[in-house]
Every structure is written in C-alpha cells, then in structure tokens.
C-alpha cells in the first residue's frame, strides 16, 4: 500500500481530495473494470455518440476516403477503441491504395492486441506498427517518413474530455507531428437539445453511475479508502457556460472518509461534490476555431443524419 501511495493514482487522489473543490481527473475511470463499463456504456440506447460516429464510418466512408485522396500511405489512431469504425475506414483506404500501414497507439496492451488480432484477420495486407504509451510520447518521438500523406485519427469525443486550452494545445502537438498536406479526423459531439445530452450521461440502468461509482471502490481497493458508495449520489448535468456536460459525485450527508495508504481523513460536507469529468460539445464555430488555433485547415465535415455528431476532416497547411 505504501506504494499506491507514491503511485500516479495516489497522487492524484490526494492532490484532488485535499483541494478546496475536490476533483480526480476522469483519466482515472479506465481501470479494467471502469474501462469494461465504458463498452457497456456505448452500447446504450441513450448514448447516442457512439451510434452516430458508427453510421458515419459506415455510410461516409468512401466520401472520406475520395476527401482525403489515394495518397494516404499511414493511418495513426491514437487511442484505439474496438477497432470497429476503423477498419472499415481502413477497409475503405486500402481499396484504393494497397501499401498502407497502420499505427494503433494506446496506453493499454490488451487494447493494442485486441486491435492487431482483429485487424491481421480482417486486413492481413496491411503493415501494422503498433505504440503501446501515452499520446505525449508517441507525438514527441520523431515520426518515421512516410511515401505518402499520413492521417490521424482521434475518435469517438475523446477531445470532448479536454477543455479548450487543453483541446487546442493536443491539435497542436498533433500539428507538429504532422507534416504539411497530412490530415487529422476528428470525433466531436455536437451541442443539441440539453434533455438528449442529459440523459446520455444519466442513462435508465445506472450504468453511467456505476462508471463514475467504480472511482470509489478504485479508491478502497487501491488505497485502502473506506468510501460508501450509498453515501454519494452521481449527478451529470449540462453546463451551458462551460459547453459541457458535468460528472459529479456528491456526498448525500456530511460525512468523513480515510483513505489508509495516504494518511488521511477527507472531510464532506452534506451536497459537496467530487468533481469527475467534463464531456464538452461543440457548435460547428467551435470547430472552426479549434481548427484555425491549431494551424489546421477544415477540409470537410460529416454527419450524421441526425446532425448529432461531426468527424471533423482537418488539414495541415
Ligand atoms: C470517453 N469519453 C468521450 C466519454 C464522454 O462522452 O465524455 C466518457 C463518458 N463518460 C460518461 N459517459 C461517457
């Protein structure tokens, strides 16, 4: 235990439980269990990101295929998800160039595995060259050259977890990666009608609390905490000012939890929050903007037919 104490884990956890609005980075959420419900998660019906960004690639991927031309010679995903939008868009790709390689980079090794397992059976001509780590890493190495244009791919509203400072500095870094005429697509969710966006993150069957539950029993688990989850109630609501939708847990009545490994006694007062995620929405003049920021050119947008969500094609000039 005394080192989860030192661990990146506890650190945090003593950093955000110590501060005058407590917060624990959503970074956090993705241990195995947590990662296990975020599948669960978009598979539900109210969760429509996910759905959306799936029609796209299953409906529009020629449309980017024939936006982004036969020149593509390295797809780089960074974070890889299930592999399912992927490969159809490598599928799509590798029909009109047949010498392509694909870079699938994440901080987890079963995600790499599971990705290169199912991209060797279904597209066993493709050259894969995966990067097990985080995305600083990776985009701070020198890329190797390429014969043709590189795309990067960072799907599924992962930016959406970023705020804008952040979001623009990573479109950046990306930018800097990225040699002049290479392309990024990007998965953004847009900003629509609040009672969607609220039940997407305040789904019936609780399983978006569980997520945000499964941060307490890390904690107890991890770091010898005596957190009872019965004590605080998830609460996820649309901050209109901020553009995001907010994860909170927040403690039901005034209450004391120690946390062994750390050494300490974290005091709650009766409604006072854990803050634990912001999940930001775009409007199409945030795009805009994210793009011009970043040195970034917005080359084509596509939709779904619901006009929920965007994959922003974006190229660097
Ligand atoms: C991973 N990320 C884009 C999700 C989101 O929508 O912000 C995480 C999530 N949190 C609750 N539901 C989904």
């Given at each position: 235990?005394?080192?989860?104490?030192?661990?990146?884990?506890?650190?945090?956890?003593?950093?955000?439980?110590?501060?005058?609005q407590?917060?624990?980075?959503?970074?956090?959420?993705?241990?195995?269990?947590?990662s296990?419900?975020?599948?669960?998660?978009?598979?539900?019906?109210?969760?429509?990101?996910?759905?959306?960004?799936?029609?796209?690639?299953?409906?529009?991927?020629?449309?980017?295929?024939?936006?982004i031309?036969?020149?593509i010679?390295?797809?780089?995903?960074?974070?890889?998800?299930d592999?399912?939008k992927?490969e159809?868009?490598?599928?799509?790709?590798?029909?009109?160039?047949?010498?392509?390689?694909?870079v699938?980079?994440d901080?987890?090794?079963?995600?790499?595995?599971?990705i290169?397992?199912?991209?060797?059976?279904?597209?066993?001509?493709i050259?894969?060259?995966?990067?097990?780590?985080?995305?600083d890493?990776?985009?701070?190495?020198?890329a190797?050259?390429?014969?043709?244009a590189?795309?990067?791919?960072?799907?599924?509203?992962?930016?959406?977890?970023?705020t804008h400072?952040?979001?623009?500095?990573?479109v950046?870094?990306i930018h800097?990666?990225?040699?002049t005429?290479?392309?990024?697509l990007?998965?953004?969710?847009?900003?629509?009608?609040?009672?969607?966006?609220?039940?997407?993150?305040n789904?019936?069957?609780?399983?978006?609390?569980?997520?945000?539950?499964?941060?307490?029993?890390?904690?107890?688990?991890?770091?010898?905490?005596?957190?009872?989850?019965?004590?605080?109630?998830?609460?996820?609501?649309?901050?209109a000012?901020?553009?995001?939708?907010?994860s909170?847990?927040?403690?039901?009545?005034?209450?004391?939890?120690?946390?062994?490994?750390?050494d300490m006694?974290?005091?709650?007062?009766?409604?006072?929050?854990?803050?634990?995620?912001?999940?930001?929405?775009?409007?199409?003049q945030?795009i805009?903007?994210?793009?011009?920021?970043?040195?970034?050119?917005v080359?084509?947008?596509?939709?779904?037919?619901?006009?929920?969500?965007?994959?922003?094609?974006l190229?660097?000039?």
């Amino acid at each position: 235990m005394a080192a989860a104490a030192n661990s990146e884990f506890g650190l945090a956890v003593e950093r955000g439980l110590k501060a005058d609005q407590k917060a624990i980075s959503s970074r956090y959420l993705y241990d195995s269990r947590g990662s296990a419900l975020f599948v669960e998660i978009t598979q539900l019906d109210e969760y429509y990101l996910s759905r959306c960004e799936d029609e796209i690639f299953r409906d529009q991927a020629h449309r980017i295929v024939n936006a982004i031309g036969s020149e593509i010679a390295e797809v780089v995903e960074l974070g890889c998800g299930d592999g399912f939008k992927t490969e159809r868009l490598l599928q799509a790709i590798h029909g009109v160039q047949s010498q392509l390689k694909f870079v699938p980079v994440d901080i987890s090794e079963d995600a790499i595995q599971t990705i290169e397992e199912r991209m060797t059976d279904a597209l066993p001509n493709i050259r894969l060259d995966s990067f097990t780590g985080d995305y600083d890493h990776f985009l701070q190495r020198n890329a190797k050259p390429t014969s043709g244009a590189r795309l990067v791919l960072f799907l599924g509203s992962n930016i959406g977890n970023f705020t804008h400072t952040e979001a623009s500095r990573f479109v950046r870094q990306i930018h800097q990666y990225c040699n002049t005429g290479d392309y990024l697509l990007l998965g953004l969710d847009l900003k629509k009608d609040i009672d969607l966006l609220h039940a997407a993150y305040n789904d019936n069957r609780g399983v978006t609390a569980e997520f945000n539950f499964n941060l307490l029993e890390r904690m107890n688990r991890e770091l010898g905490a005596d957190f009872d989850r019965d004590k605080f109630r998830h609460h996820g609501y649309y901050n209109a000012q901020l553009g995001a939708m907010q994860s909170y847990l927040v403690s039901t009545e005034a209450q004391s939890v120690a946390v062994e490994a750390l050494d300490m006694v974290a005091h709650f007062d009766c409604l006072e929050a854990i803050h634990l995620e912001d999940s930001h929405k775009y409007s199409l003049q945030d795009i805009h903007r994210l793009a011009a920021q970043s040195g970034f050119r917005v080359q084509e947008l596509f939709s779904d037919s619901r006009g929920y969500f965007v994959d922003a094609l974006l190229q660097k000039i």
